[in-house]
């Protein structure tokens, strides 16, 4: 595993936000892999200089939103399910593809999914 996060401090999106996104592009284009184990959160503070929380508020996303998940002392690991080609996740797909069309951007795609659920 390679995880390699730079952090804009430009960015409009907070730091955790930037933490999350830098992740989740790491599994989808396969340099972080089902069990691949994130670093710890205040190894990977001090690595990016931003405080633990920050990094403890990206990794509780990332598990939230099912990319991960924390096992203790066993560190927080990559998952592994809703590999390509099952029924939801070409759902998933199906709607980041038409949303980002009718130009809506993540969070407005994610509220869009919030208010079907």
Known sequence: MSLRIVLD???AAPVFEQVVD???AAIQDAT???GDRLPPVRQLAADLHIAPNTV???YRRLEE???VETRGRGGTLVRGDLEPGTPVRE????LAHQARSAGLDLSQAIGLLRRSW
Do not use: I, T, Y
């Not at 759902?91 to 199906?94: C, F, K, N, T």
């Open 32 to 34: 972080l892999v089902p």
């Open 22 to 24: 830098q992740v989740v």
């Open 9 to 11: 401090p430009g960015s």
């Open 56 to 58: 403890a508020k990206a």
């Open 91 to 94: 759902a998933a797909d199906e």
């Open 65 to 67: 939103e099912g990319h």
